[in-house]
C-alpha cells in the first residue's frame, strides 16, 4: 500500500518548524560535506554551464551564469542538479544521508528548501518523466516516500513547471517549484535507532533544474525513562534504595549517585550499571541496598538512565535520614507510624522485633474486619520494613478511608498504627 505523507508548505519564517523540537540534523552546504555528512553514487561533476551534479554557489562558475535564485548572496551555497546524465553521469542521480541517530526522539520532522531557475522563454523545461523523489527509511526497513517533486499535467509533455507531488500519484498538484528557495516540510511517521535519508534525481530531458538547500531534521526528544516512583528507606542498618519505572525507551540502565549535601558531590554506588528493560511499556521494579550509611545522617541520591546510545538523564534528588533509634540494633519491639500517610499508590511500614519471633502484621477496615495479610513468618532480631499498595487480599484495590494494621508476635507483643489511602 502506497503511504502517504501529509506534506505542509511553510512560507513564513522556518524557525517556527523547530519551536519546541530538538534540531537532529542540519546541512546548508556552506562546506564541503561529500563523504562525511553526506554521500553520492556519482562523483559531483559539472561541465559549466547545463550539465551538473554538485554543491555550488551562483558564483562558482560551475552552473550556468544566467540562473539566478533571488534571495541567495554569489557566495551562498547549496545542492544543484540539471541534466544528470548528460555528462555521462549515471541516472538517476543519488544524495544519501545515512546514519542519522534518532534513539530517543519522537514526532520527527524533515524540511528542504527547494528552488528551480525560472527559464527565461517562459518554459520551465520539465518533462513527463523528470522528477526528484525524497525518501526515508528507518533501521534499514526500506524506503518509502516524503516528498515528490514532478511536472505539473498540463498537456506539455515537454516543457512543464515543476510541482510538490501531494498525493504522490506522479502529477505535480500542489505548491509550484518557484526561483525562491522555500521550505517544504513533511513528517516522518515512526522512530528507531538509525534514519537515513536519500534524495533522488531523475532529470535528463534537458535543460530542466533543481537545488536544494537548508536540509533539517527535527525532533521532540523524549525522555528514555517515565520514572513514576523513587524512594530511599531505612533497612536493618542500611538503606533500601527503590525505583520503578512506567515505560523505557532504548534504556541501557542505570547508574544511583549519592551525596551528603544537596548541592555537593555525588559519587556513583554501583560499579557495573543497573541493566535497564530496554524497550517496555509496562512497569518495572528496580532496587539497590546501601550499606555505607551511618544512623543520624542525611543523604541524597539521584538515578541516572542510560541510552543505548550513550545519552544520560539525571532524575530529581531525593533525600532520607538515618533514624538513629530506628536503625541502632533494636532492643524492643516496636510499630512505626507508616509513611507517607495518607498514601496512594503505597504506605511503607518499618518496624523492628529484639528477638527471634514469628510476627504477624494484618490491615483491617473500620469494622475490624481483615483486608490484607502482609506479614506472616518468623523473623530474626533486626529492623525491617513491609509495603501495603491499597490492596485487599484478592488483589483488588480497597476504597478511600481510614485502615488499622497490626502486629503481633509469638511472644505477645501487640501494637496497632493507623493510616488513611487516598485514590
Given amino acids: 500500500m502506497k503511504k502517504f505523507v501529509t506534506i505542509l508548505l511553510f512560507v513564513v519564517l522556518f524557525v517556527c518548524l523547530a519551536l519546541g523540537q530538538t534540531t537532529i540534523l ?5 562546506t564541503n560535506g561529500n563523504g562525511s555528512r553526506y554521500i553520492t ?7 559549466g554551464s547545463t550539465d551538473y551534479f554538485l554543491r555550488t554557489s551562483l558564483n562558482s562558475g560551475q552552473i550556468n551564469g544566467s540562473i539566478d535564485f533571488p534571495g541567495k548572496t554569489p557566495n551562498d551555497f547549496f545542492f544543484a542538479v540539471q541534466d544528470v546524465d548528460g555528462e555521462g553521469g549515471p541516472l538517476p542521480g543519488i544524495l544519501d544521508f545515512i546514519a542519522i541517530p534518532i534513539s530517543g526522539y519522537s514526532a520527527l520532522s524533515f524540511s528542504v528548501s ?15 518523466s523528470d522528477n526528484v523523489f525524497f525518501q526515508y527509511q528507518i533501521d534499514g526497513n526500506g524506503y518509502s516516500p516524503l516528498i515528490h517533486v514532478e511536472s505539473i499535467p498540463d498537456g506539455d509533455a515537454f516543457n512543464s513547471v515543476p510541482a510538490v507531488d501531494i498525493n504522490l500519484d506522479g502529477d505535480g498538484d500542489g505548491p509550484i517549484i518557484t526561483s525562491t528557495f522555500t521550505p517544504i516540510v513533511a513528517s516522518i511517521p515512526g522512530t528507531g535507532a538509525m534514519l537515513d535519508i536519500r534524495i533522488v534525481f531523475n532529470l535528463n530531458a534537458g535543460d530542466e533544474d533543481i537545488a536544494i538547500d537548508d536540509l533539517l531534521i527535527t525532533g521532540d526528544w523524549t525522555l528514555p525513562v517515565s520514572l513514576s516512583s523513587f ?3 531505612p533497612n536493618n542498618g542500611s538503606v533500601l ?12 540502565g542505570f547508574n544511583l549517585y549519592k551525596s551528603e549535601s544537596k548541592d555537593g558531590e555525588f559519587a556513583q554506588l554501583n560499579t557495573t550499571i543497573i541493566e535497564g528493560a530496554g524497550n517496555s511499556t509496562t512497569k518495572n521494579d528496580y532496587t539497590f541496598t546501601d550499606t555505607e550509611v551511618v544512623p543520624g545522617k542525611i543523604y541524597y541520591y539521584q538515578i541516572e538512565d542510560v541510552a543505548f546510545d550513550g545519552k544520560t538523564e539525571k532524575h530529581d ?63 530474626t532480631a533486626g529492623n525491617y520494613e513491609v509495603k501495603w499498595n491499597g490492596t485487599d487480599n484478592n488483589n483488588n484495590n480497597v476504597g478511600n478511608g481510614i485502615y488499622f494494621y497490626q502486629m503481633t508476635s509469638s511472644t505477645g507483643f501487640t501494637q496497632t498504627q493507623k493510616v488513611m489511602f487516598l485514590k
Wanted: proline share 6%; aromatic share 8%; net charge negative.
Fill in 317 to 379: 534528588i531525593i533525600s532520607m535520614t538515618m533514624d538513629e533509634h530506628v536503625d541502632a540494633v533494636a532492643n524492643t519491639f516496636q510499630l512505626m507510624p507508616a509513611y507517607p500517610n495518607p498514601f496512594n499508590p503505597e504506605a511503607h511500614i518499618r518496624f523492628q522485633i529484639p528477638e527471634e519471633s514469628t510476627i504477624s502484621i494484618n490491615v483491617f477496615d473500620l469494622r475490624g474486619q481483615l483486608v490484607k495479610s502482609l506479614v506472616s513468618e518468623s523473623k
Fill in 241 to 252: 534504595v527503590e525505583w520503578t519505572t512506567e515505560s523505557e525507551v532504548n534504556n541501557l
Fill in 41 to 47: 553514487n556519482t562523483p559531483e561533476f559539472s561541465d
Fill in 114 to 128: 527547494i528552488a528551480e531557475d525560472d527559464a527565461s522563454d517562459g518554459d520551465e523545461d520539465w518533462d513527463t
Fill in 231 to 233: 524512594t530511599a528507606t
Fill in 26 to 30: 542540519q546541512e546548508t552546504f556552506d
